[in-house]
């Protein structure tokens, strides 16, 4: 489930966890310089606040995209400078994308 939701709808690279962490489950994504890295966890509560953003340099069209997909895209509180929305990934966790408008 995070393989296709953060590799085919979002279009991260899914990059090789190292071995010795490979068999406890989880998949790891290279985004631009930065890394995410999904884990498994039995008690796992969804982060609902506490959430990453992923600058971007063309929200409308990733919004455009993601509705295509049936991604439903949160609007919260509006931001001066910001063109940013949030959607929630297939195990409730919040992810905002934001592009600063110049």
Same mark, same amino acid.
């Given at each position: 489930m995070a393989r296709a939701f953060y590799s085919e709808i979002l279009g991260f690279k899914e990059i090789p966890k190292p071995s010795n962490l490979a068999t406890k489950g989880g998949v790891? $994504? +290279?985004? %631009? =310089?930065? +890394? &995410?890295? /999904? %884990?498994?966890q039995d008690d796992f509560k969804p982060a609902t606040k506490a959430h990453p953003a992923f600058l971007v340099h063309n929200a409308s069209d990733i919004k455009k995209d993601l509705e295509s997909k049936d991604i439903e895209i949160i609007y919260g509180d509006e &931001? =001066? %400078?910001?063109?940013? $929305? @949030? /959607? @929630?990934d297939p195990f409730g966790n919040r992810i905002e994308i934001i592009e600063w408008l110049s």
């Amino acid at each position: 489930m995070a393989r296709a939701f953060y590799s085919e709808i979002l279009g991260f690279k899914e990059i090789p966890k190292p071995s010795n962490l490979a068999t406890k489950g989880g998949v790891w $994504f +290279q985004v %631009g =310089e930065h +890394q &995410l890295h /999904i %884990g498994v966890q039995d008690d796992f509560k969804p982060a609902t606040k506490a959430h990453p953003a992923f600058l971007v340099h063309n929200a409308s069209d990733i919004k455009k995209d993601l509705e295509s997909k049936d991604i439903e895209i949160i609007y919260g509180d509006e &931001l =001066e %400078g910001a063109n940013r $929305f @949030y /959607i @929630y990934d297939p195990f409730g966790n919040r992810i905002e994308i934001i592009e600063w408008l110049s």
